[in-house]
């Protein structure tokens, strides 16, 4: 049997409300389909600029940028986890 590696899941932001409300939408899609990740809320401009992102907030799956510019529903944060 082979063991599912937990994936990295990042969302990038400000700290404004379009950014919680999708930190919120993400860890909830996570928690509701069991899956394994860590999720991380990154607000460092630095560290933001390290993914070319100018539009906030953005979700970033396993050091890729699957959605930016808006706050994704929860089919769209499924499509990103790989989630059917």
């Known amino acids: 049997m082979e063991l599912k590696k937990e994936m990295t899941v990042k969302v990038l932001g400000t700290g404004c409300s379009r950014c919680h409300k999708t930190l919120g939408i993400v860890n909830r899609v996570i928690a509701e389909n069991n899956v394994a990740a860590h999720v ?16 906030m907030p953005a979700v970033v799956v396993d050091g890729q940028v699957k959605i930016k510019g808006n706050v994704p529903s929860e089919a769209e944060v499924k499509a990103a986890l790989g989630i059917q």
């Open 40 to 55: 991380e809320y990154v607000t460092d401009m630095m560290k933001i600029m390290e993914y070319d992102v100018m539009t």
